[in-house]
């Protein structure tokens, strides 16, 4: 039976403790471009991944839908309902378009224009252990994804761009507590209330949205979009509606609980939202990689 | 040398497996979801530790480690430290503990907990973990153990007798 610290043992695990300090120390920073090494594994594994990932996606999906049925009637009816309402809406839509750019260009407004594509991906993992909230997507630097970019699924934000390799990117998820970006945000009440999302609230679920004024009149169900201010998220993405307000720990701000409208458990095809009007210059150079492909 | 490399090659896929198809059938239950953290990739290294001994159980869990810290996470150094260290500390004690089955679940356990806490602290110490320690106990540490004994029950016997065949093969 060897025993358990032996001097040579002690020193190894010592030596040991300290390189794992040192590794941690140095890869702890943000990290949006990793080594090349790491991209390999990534992508190699990412193959694998997206190999296991799709199937077994396909299969819940048949399971879910038969599930849902039952429910499928009445649902209809409602969606049908709704269609009407929406095409009600469109047109007013529509017109309140039409209005604002005579209005505009009365005023001789130039207007910086915020454009972007959407590039679809698909998620090939999630990082099994929850301290990371992190999805990885089958999109990486070759396809055109950068660091930061903000992705959305159909219902709304989920997350941002963190690490990008060659065939694939992590996306950090909104409900990540340690997440390094705050996201600019606007309230759409009477005014706009222009603010910071600082947090997530894992009991709750929700975003914390901190540091509103007191005085500021907020109200549960109002919607919550990017702002755009900073320049890192494009406005105008929907992130979800206020469920909770309730003043700080020393009652002088308030703080919103925002329901991310984005279901983040449940996460098959997303969206990168590439901002075109920032890099106008790069736009051919992508198009030439997309033709020789 | 066949039976090792099948073996290696069945922790891959159950690495792969548990941030794809593991990861799918949660997504049905939010709560689950937040709660449960398949450990199998661990599992079986306390198992291979355990047979193989400490120097195999060192070396597995630190490839293993740094791959989880790379494909997983985003920080390295964590995982592959924690998996070294629970490969070589249980391979320390195989040649008390892999006789009985009974024995070596309750090993699995140990080492288990001693796994999610070790992990735990570290991320605390780098502020990616959050939660305060009851809560971890409570709402992560035991619906975990739960998956991961389960999922340590039903590969204890096949697990056995592959790693016997390969510890024969090396003698």
Request: cysteine-free.
């Amino acid at each position: 039976m060897p025993s358990f610290f032996s001097n040579r043992r002690l020193i190894v695990l010592l030596v040991s403790t300290i390189i794992m300090v040192a590794v941690v120390g140095l890869t702890l920073k943000e990290r949006p471009i990793p080594s090349w090494g790491e991209q390999f594994i990534r992508d190699t594994f990412g193959f694998f991944q997206s190999l296991a990932y799709k199937p077994a996606r396909e299969i819940a999906g048949f399971f879910e839908m038969m599930g849902e049925w039952r429910v499928l009637h009445s649902e209809n009816q409602r969606l049908k309902a709704s269609l009407q309402d929406n095409a009600k809406l469109s047109a007013r839509i529509r017109q309140l378009e039409l209005e604002n750019q005579a209005l505009k260009e009365m005023l001789d407004y130039k207007e910086d224009r915020h454009e972007y594509t959407l590039l679809s991906a698909q998620v090939i993992n999630r990082s099994p252990d929850r301290w990371y909230q992190m999805v990885t997507i089958d999109r990486g630097e070759k396809h055109g994804i950068k660091p930061n970019m903000a992705v959305i699924t159909a219902d709304g934000l989920i997350g941002r761009i963190k690490s990008v390799s060659q065939f694939t990117s992590q996306v950090e998820l909104l409900s990540d507590v340690n997440r390094t970006l705050n996201i600019s945000a606007v309230v759409q009440g009477q005014e706009n209330i222009f603010g910071v999302i600082e947090g997530y609230d894992l009991e709750k679920r929700a975003l914390l949205f901190e540091k509103i004024p007191k005085e500021t009149p907020l109200e549960v169900g109002q919607t919550v979009i990017t702002s755009g201010i900073g320049g890192v998220f494009p406005p105008g993405l929907y992130i979800g509606k206020i469920v909770e307000v309730s003043p700080d720990h020393y009652d002088l701000t308030q703080t919103a609980l925002v329901e991310p409208a984005a279901n983040l458990y449940h996460l098959d095809f997303l969206f990168v939202v590439q901002q075109t009007s920032l890099e106008p210059i790069e736009i051919p150079h992508t198009d030439d990689e997309e033709n020789e492909e | 040398m066949k039976t090792r490399f099948l073996f290696i090659l069945t922790i891959l896929i159950l690495f792969v497996l548990e941030g794809t198809v593991v990861q799918v059938i949660l997504s049905g239950w939010s709560d689950l979801h937040l709660a449960m953290v398949p450990r199998f990739v661990v599992v079986i290294l306390i198992f291979a530790a355990l047979f193989l001994g400490r120097v195999q159980g060192l070396i597995l869990g630190l490839s293993f480690g740094l791959l989880y810290d790379t494909v997983y996470g985003s920080v390295i150094g964590v995982y592959g430290f924690t998996m070294a260290l629970i490969g070589y500390f249980t391979g320390l004690v195989f040649k008390i503990f892999k006789q009985n089955i009974f024995l070596i679940l309750i090993t699995v356990l140990v080492a288990l907990v001693t796994f999610e806490f070790m992990v735990y602290g570290l991320f605390l110490l780098i502020s990616v973990a959050y939660l305060p320690v009851e809560t971890f106990l409570f709402e992560k540490v035991l619906p975990s153990l739960i998956l991961n004994m389960i999922f340590a029950l039903l590969v204890a016997y096949p697990a056995r007798r592959i790693l016997v065949e390969i510890e024969q093969e090396e003698n």
